[in-house]
């Protein structure tokens, strides 16, 4: 089953569809997919999730594990948004997207997702966190292998060091 709220069961079923989009609606049409339209989460969710979650901090601690926390930005001519998946040490998930009311580019939308999923980590109680990020972009920036240069990266890069201050270890991959 996929959840979307873009049209693509319409698109991969249009027969003049351009040669590379048809050769995935073919290869897509062996695979019995069911399109339904995203459900949106319930606000209580993200409560319900941090009472569940929340840890009780404790300086003596031998082998603390991480948290995991995944985002992904997007960016199209119709809007933009992000994605985050944050996951505690004992495998549970929560799934948020996020829909921006102003224009970013895809990096932006994963520095946004970054700071949100960093906060809601604290909030939880998390101290340990391995974040994983498609942007090379933005991995090598935090990482300090890039350098930001334009005055929005470099204030996004600070945005994600006040975040991390939260946190006792914070590791980006």
Known sequence: MAFTDHPLKNVLQRLDAFRRLLKWAVKLSRCDLVFEPQRAIKAHSLTDFLVENLTPISDDESDPRPWSLYVDGSSTK??????????????????????FLFKSSNNEGEYEALIVGIELCYTTGADLVWAFSDSQLVVNQLNETYKAKDDTMVAYVQRVREATKLLKHFVIM
């Not at 119709?78 to 829909?99: C, F, Q, T, W």
């Open 78 to 99: 119709d809007g933009s948004g992000a994605g985050l998946i944050i996951e505690s040490p004992n495998r549970e998930r929560y799934e948020h997207a996020l829909k």
